[in-house]
């Protein structure tokens, strides 16, 4: 099935806004198997919309459109797909009484001008838009089916994965449902991780593998299609177990988890508070942790300074003092402190630059310490010792070794 | 003079990147006074480019090709520009002599594949391209002039501000030349900045005034158009002159520098170092400075903690420490010292949600205070807070008081 997305509004066309939704869309498409064959963006005039509507209608057999379906005068979208339909715009009764709903619940009163949202195209099947006042709809344009989403990113997220998606897979004669499954790792490279799962997807049949690289972390997706939710689930069990099994420890979230979200889970179970000292960062690893709404109990305090032995200094030990000995003496400020030291080496910021990485827990029970190697470059270099930290604060908390080598480790 | 841009690559058709090389390009357009009228974005395949070109060619004056130009059997640009042209594609002697000299001046060895990449449409005109191997070109397919640009971001920026706006400047019947001068501020809103620029553009002939809000900064944007560079500084003088009287101290940078730089340097001229002790933001303020190459001999440390009493413990000081104390007693480690003590209020996170934002700066001699509310939910208040600690830092620096009142400010 060919499918185009349509983006409408002058925010976008002149750059004033990042068109992120377009990506978003394409991506969700891809991971449940279906494609897109060609982008547009217009702005909000009507003779560029009804052009592009009649362009995608003869190239694709389904259309995204995203935006245009506010309540003021520059919103097209209702107006010109009923003018590329051949049909009039009518009064969806259903939602103005929803939208009436939604202002009441909020105390206040609809302004007149929102009616212009239920207004749709006649021959036009509404699709519900439960967070917003924009509803989205799907109707023909010449050969094509037309889907209308809000432009507002959370409305169009759930419109496309609960109405759109189920539309498009029984429309493309491959009904029934599709489930994503995440798997967050890090320390495995991408050409790794493949090879590590050669033939999971062969474990049962509708099941797709893939992978997203945005270091320092590989994102491992595994999209299954069935009839009901029973044969999901069915077919996920073996298909989860073995990545699980083959990636092991370096899995170290899934699905909506993050790894800040994962370690602020573990050190709140254990009833643990929570010390940071870094240098090199910046603070970029306090800065992952302290601000989530999740720290608030547990975070107590980060100390950055420009390297070892000023963090030595500050915390009143020795010029030489370890990493580890910095991390016990930060324990006196919260039940685990977690030290990281990054020497970036001298030289010009190449891709071949490197950095050593000292790193240490102090907890009630003892201390464990991690050094490794990595290059890359200052940024890179940066990056993945603050993802190294955090990774291994994870394992020490899941009671994992702190040790095992990553791919991105030079000796 | 209508403008279309054409994004080609599957990395941006599946969405596996976000596109922000279309919404950059369309920015800087509009800043020199064009604009774009429709885009467009394709996978790389023959059938699907060649219906591009040809859609762009009947419905736009000018067309801007983004990618496609490297050296692999995906990029497919050059060959189906020269196919929608109707010409030959032949080798560009002068780009393939250049491609040879920017690998030996590597001490590298040219791969064989990289010819492609100098060949060209027979019409095409070459457009240099300083910093890479994909050259651009310009030809002409139907009534439209083509430009054509490589997908990397710092490659077409250049190629689009040295070599293809002149061009299209020229097209449209508006020779000269263009310049953009930026002036940043925080603390005035767009609108009360609108006002109190009034009148300012009929200062000069070829003067455009505009703004750009990305909270908390905005952007006054001034774009000035003439018949060389010596009419461009005759006119660009009363005008910047009216707008730094009229800004005022609300200025913090222009053109390219950013706050952190503006700061580290006045840091820097003044052989100051730097300490950091903040609350609530994660250790944001020490992130945006610490990192910078700039900084390295400028900030000394950064303590981060979840409110005023855990900040004034960790440095030994009462627990009603003032931000002020806890400012002086941080002097012991740097030159300069600056405490943010932020308190969000209790309750919900809502767009009323407000906090109380404590600023001190200590310095050999003597302590500055600022105080202040802002309202608009939790990461609002704590990006302007950050902002406002980093610009009171800036305006002790440069002797200007910094208690001036900011339009985001509630009393």
């Known amino acids: 099935m060919r499918i185009e997305i349509l983006c409408t509004g002058d925010e976008v066309l002149t750059g004033k806004i990042v068109n992120s939704n377009f990506s978003w869309m394409s991506q969700r498409l891809e991971d449940v198997g279906l494609s897109v064959i060609w982008g547009t963006t217009t702005g909000d005039n009507r003779e560029d919309l009804l052009a592009a509507f009649r362009l995608a209608a003869a190239r694709a057999d389904a259309v995204i459109v995203n935006g245009g379906l506010g309540p003021t005068v520059d919103d097209l979208s209702q107006e010109v797909a009923a003018q590329a339909a051949g049909v009039e715009l009518v009064l969806h009764q259903e939602w103005l009484d929803k939208m009436r709903d939604f202002f009441t619940r909020r105390a206040r009163q609809m302004p007149e001008n929102n009616i212009k949202q239920a207004m749709l195209p006649a021959t036009a099947e509404m699709l519900d838009n439960p967070i917003g006042t924009a509803c989205g709809f799907a109707v023909d344009i010449g050969p094509a089916r037309f889907f209308f989403t809000p432009g507002v990113p959370r409305e169009m997220k759930r419109m496309l994965d609960e109405q759109i998606i189920p539309r498009l897979l029984a429309k493309s004669g491959r009904p029934g449902i599709i489930r994503l499954k995440r798997f967050h790792s890090y320390g495995i490279g991408e050409s790794h991780a493949d090879a590590l799962l050669t033939g999971v997807e062969d474990l049962a049949e509708g099941v797709k593998l893939g992978f997203r690289a945005h270091y320092p972390q590989l994102e491992t997706k595994l999209t299954i299609r069935a009839e009901d939710e029973a044969s999901i689930q069915a077919r996920l069990a073996p298909v989860e177990a073995a990545i699980r099994q083959r990636l092991g420890n370096f899995i170290l979230a ?73 991390a016990e003496q930060l324990r006196h400020s919260a039940g685990i402190a977690l030290a990281v030291n990054i020497a970036l080496d001298e030289g010009t910021d190449r891709i071949d630059l490197g950095g050593a990485i000292n790193i240490a827990i102090a907890t009630p029970y003892g201390t464990v310490t991690r050094y490794a190697r990595i290059l890359g470059g200052r940024d890179w270099v940066r990056l993945g ?18 040790d095992e080598r990553i791919d991105f480790e030079k000796t």
Chains 1, 2 share one sequence.
């Open 254 to 326: 899934e699905d909506d988890q993050t790894l800040e979200s994962v370690v602020l889970a573990a050190l709140n179970a254990k009833g643990h508070t929570l010390a940071i000292a870094e240098t090199f960062t910046g603070g970029q690893i306090a800065g992952r942790l302290a601000p989530l709404p999740a720290a608030r109990d547990i975070f107590r305090r980060a100390l950055v300074a420009p390297d070892g032995p000023a963090l030595a200094a500050a915390l009143g030990l020795a010029h030489n003092a370890s990493t580890a000995e910095i």
């Open 385 to 402: 010792a603050a993802e190294m930290a955090l990774d291994c604060l994870r394992r020490h908390l899941q009671g994992l070794p702190v």
